[in-house]
Nanobody
């Protein structure tokens, strides 16, 4: 069993930055694929970024100009924590951001394949 707790959300002006953190319980954190998803009001939950268990492979949502180059996912296996550094934030980035974990990697952008979810943290970007 893995428990995930997100933090770091808040209200920020367009162009600003935030760093989200997701702290995970469990001894095998390093073996999990960790991802960030987000869900805006009235929208489906969408993939943002993923870090494979080794931390060497990371991927971001497409199209490439959506978050790549502005968001960076990283993980600290010693601290059982995954981060999402967000910069140059836009009002369209406003959403609840969720951390998710799973043992496998295939289909990493599909939310229904993830076994564990955090409670979410609100990010609001004002124009």
């Amino acid at each position: 069993q893995v428990q995930l707790v997100e933090s770091g959300g808040g209200l920020v002006q367009a162009g600003g930055s935030l760093r989200l953190s997701c702290a995970a319980s469990g001894r095998t954190f390093s073996s999990y694929t960790m991802a960030w998803f987000r869900q805006a009001p009235g929208q489906e939950r969408e993939f943002v970024a993923v870090s494979r268990w080794s931390g060497g492979s990371v991927y971001y949502a497409e199209p490439a100009d959506s978050v790549k180059g502005r968001f960076t996912i990283s993980r600290d296996n010693a601290r059982n924590t995954v981060y999402l550094q967000m910069s140059s934030l836009k009002p369209e980035d406003t959403a609840v951001y969720y951390c998710a974990a799973r043992r496998s990697y295939n289909g990493y952008n599909l939310p229904h394949l993830y076994e564990y979810w955090g409670q979410g943290t609100q990010v609001t970007v004002s124009s």
